[in-house]
């Protein structure tokens, strides 16, 4: 069978990063989740932001919330990472 990714596993996989300080590859996952025709939500965004902010990566962070893309209007939990981020 051909298996394809759902928002739940990348939602899960972007938690991990955000867990193991892998903000790089929760971006590049971000990428793959567009490219997959899925479009990442507001738990995507917030996982984000909390492995920018763990690895105090201010400017990405900044980015991701700036642009808000399709994740919606922002919640307590990304203008928390956000400025956790900026810390």
């Known amino acids: 069978e051909n298996l394809q990714p ?6 899960a996989a972007l938690s991990a990063c955000q ?9 590049h996952l971000k990428t793959q989740m567009k490219e997959s025709g ?3 939500d507001m738990l995507s965004k917030n996982c ?6 763990c690895a105090a990566r201010w400017i ?5 919330f700036a642009h ?8 307590v ?4 990472g956000v400025i956790i981020a900026c810390g």
Request: aromatic share 8%; proline share 5%.
């Open 6 to 11: 759902t928002q739940v596993t990348f939602n």
């Open 19 to 27: 867990k193991a300080g892998l903000w790089q590859l929760a971006i």
């Open 38 to 40: 899925l479009s990442p």
């Open 48 to 53: 984000l932001l909390a492995a920018c902010a």
């Open 60 to 64: 990405e962070a900044l980015e991701i």
């Open 68 to 75: 808000g893309e399709p994740f919606g209007k922002a919640d």
């Open 77 to 80: 939990v990304s203008s928390t």
